[in-house]
Every structure is written in C-alpha cells, then in structure tokens.
C-alpha cells in the first residue's frame, strides 16, 4: 500500500499477533529507508493491538485522528489468519499439522481452544459448532468431544482431528474429514478470538474514524464475517438498523456508474451518512487465485463517509 501511494503522509499498522506485526514492520522500515533515500517523508507506526482499539491508537497519535471531523482517509481491514500463523504448527490453526490446541491470534489472551474443548459446557460447544462452523454433524461431534472428556480430554490438533475423521472416514472419505475439520476449528478459532463481535466493533470505530470522504475497505474470508460486514456497513450508512435484505426499498440503488478511476465499483448504494461503494462485494479473479490459493474465498466490500 505505501509503495502503490506515493502521496501518503501518515500509515498506522496495526496487528493483534506481535510476530505477524515484526514482519510488517521488516517490510515497511526496508521500504522507508529506499524512501528516505529518495527524499520522500512518511511517518509510520505500528502497533500490537486488536482491531477494535482504533480509536484508541490514532488517538494516541494525534487527538484529530480519532474524531470523525479531520480522522484519516482510508483505513482496510484484513481479517482472518495469516500464511504465517497457519503454517507455524504451534500455534494450532492448522488442520493438516499436529499441534497445541491454541488458536489464539494475540498470544496474551487467556482463552485456548483446549479449554473450549475440555471444559466449556457440552451444549455450548455444540452451539459453537453449529453457529460459527456452520456444521451439520454439531450434535454428534458434541457428542463426541463430550466423551473424549471422560477419556482424559482432547490435547492437540491431532486428538481432534482424530475424533473428526473417526466420524467422516466412514461416510465422506478424505475429503469429507478435511472439509468437517476445517469447519470445526473455524468455529474454535472464532470462539477463541471472539471474532465476530471484535468485527462489529471494529467496523463502528473504524468508521468513527474516517474522515469526510475517507473510505474504510474490509477482506473477509468466510460467510460469517462477510455477512456482518455487509449488515453493519448498511446500518452505518443509514445511521441505524438495517435491512440484511439485498434489494430493500429504503436503500437508494444507484445504477452501474461509468467511472474511468474506479470501473471496479459496480453498484452503490447511497445513505445519509455515507455510501456503500460495493453492493456486491470484490472477489479474485482466476489469475489471482492461481498465483494465491487461499485469496479463494476473500470477499472486498468498500464504504465511503459523506
Ligand atoms: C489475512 S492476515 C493479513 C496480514 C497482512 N495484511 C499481510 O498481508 O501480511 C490477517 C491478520 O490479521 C490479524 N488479525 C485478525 N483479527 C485481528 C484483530 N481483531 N485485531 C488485530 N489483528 C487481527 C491476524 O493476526 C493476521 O496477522
């Protein structure tokens, strides 16, 4: 971003895992310095802090960047877990890798996956994994993890894993195993870093923060993030509670526009306190996901202040 914007003044990075913030950092001081070389001046901080604490942050920086009357121009959420964090078999978010139970994104938070699992209430689990996996088998696999409890517990990534392909080998073959798992430790890991309300959060903050005309962009790579991002950018325009419903009446649809700068904005969808830029939301297209496989299911929606 800072190499394809010239004009930049001011960049804040923020991350909640201090070593995927030590690699940004790596990237953006190597990046300075061929800057400063060249006399360009930009100021740039980062900072190990969840997403939801944006205010805070650029208040930190200077008072006005946290108010809605100056705020920042553009801010751009990249949710979900790094290449970094799912290859790292330590810390648990890998289905194919034995590891801990962990799961958590910020390595200070109390709660593991482990935990969820061994002690959380039966029923809970199940809600887990029937609200945030979106799994149908939830009431056999709370079943399941119910019993693993009276045998000791389930202890690492493999334990679940186990219990999970004793269950789909039977019916589904590897296919079915992989994709259950990855459903099951979705919802773990949500569970884990109360993602889905951290995004509710996030996105009013961020939103307090722009400044007239400043434009917040969010990647999401599941339903259940994408889902909230386009509800809360709907309530954010219209000041209020929002209509989930794709076409409701009350949002003003403008059509196609035909806008050189930006032909990737199809459709807008205007409010009184803003503009939603991204109807439908931005998806990769084929060359972009040969070159990245797991951009697969990234969706990009983008909203404008007024
Ligand atoms: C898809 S990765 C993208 C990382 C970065 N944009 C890059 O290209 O390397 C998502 C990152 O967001 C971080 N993250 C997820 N939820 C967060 C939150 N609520 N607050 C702060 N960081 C978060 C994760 O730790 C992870 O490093």
């Known amino acids: 971003m800072v190499e394809a914007h010239p004009e930049m003044e001011l960049y804040v990075g923020m991350d909640v895992d201090p070593t995927a913030l030590e690699i940004?950092?790596?990237?953006?001081?190597?990046?300075?310095?061929?800057?400063?070389?060249?006399?360009?001046?930009?100021?740039?901080?980062?900072?190990?802090?969840?997403?939801?604490?944006?205010?805070?942050?650029?208040?930190?920086?200077?008072?006005?960047?946290?108010?809605?009357?100056?705020?920042?121009?553009?801010?751009?959420?990249?949710?979900?877990?790094?290449?970094?964090?799912?290859?790292?078999?330590?810390?648990?978010?890998?289905?194919?890798?034995?590891?801990?139970?962990?799961?958590?994104?910020?390595?200070?938070?109390?709660?593991?996956?482990?935990?969820?699992?061994?002690?959380?209430?039966?029923?809970?689990?199940?809600?887990?994994?029937?609200?945030?996996?979106?799994?149908?088998?939830?009431?056999?696999?709370?079943?399941?993890?119910?019993?693993?409890?009276?045998?000791?517990?389930?202890?690492s990534t493999g334990d679940l894993v186990k219990l999970i392909q004793r269950k789909c080998t039977i019916s589904k073959g590897r296919q079915g195993w992989i994709k259950t798992a990855t459903r099951v430790f979705q919802a773990l890991r949500i569970a884990v870093n109360d993602e889905l309300r951290v995004l509710e959060d996030s996105l009013h903050s961020s939103f307090d923060c722009l400044a007239t005309g400043g434009r917040l962009a969010v990647v999401s790579f599941h339903s259940l993030e994408d889902r909230i991002v386009k509800k809360t950018f709907l309530e954010l325009i219209h000041g209020g509670e929002a209509d989930d419903e794709e076409d409701d009446d009350d949002n003003l649809t403008l059509p196609d526009i035909d806008d050189e700068d930006e032909p990737w904005f199809n459709q807008r969808v205007q409010g009184r306190n803003g503009i939603v830029l991204t109807k439908r939301p931005i998806t990769p297209s084929q060359e972009e996901e040969k070159l990245n496989q797991r951009c697969r299911s990234a969706k990009l929606r983008v909203i404008q202040k007024a």
């Open 24 to 155: 940004g950092r790596g990237h953006i001081e190597a990046f300075l310095a061929g800057r400063e070389a060249n006399g360009g001046e930009l100021r740039a901080y980062t900072h190990v802090k969840n997403f939801k604490y944006i205010k805070q942050v650029l208040g930190s920086l200077d008072e006005s960047l946290a108010v809605g009357s100056s705020g920042v121009d553009g801010i751009l959420i990249d949710l979900g877990m790094s290449s970094m964090q799912v290859n790292r078999s330590n810390r648990g978010f890998s289905v194919l890798q034995d590891g801990p139970l962990d799961m958590r994104m910020d390595p200070k938070a109390t709660l593991r996956a482990e935990d969820i699992l061994n002690s959380w209430p039966e029923l809970e689990v199940g809600r887990i994994l029937r609200d945030y996996g979106e799994e149908s088998n939830w009431q056999f696999l709370q079943k399941q993890i119910a019993k693993a409890r009276e045998m000791g517990g389930l202890h």
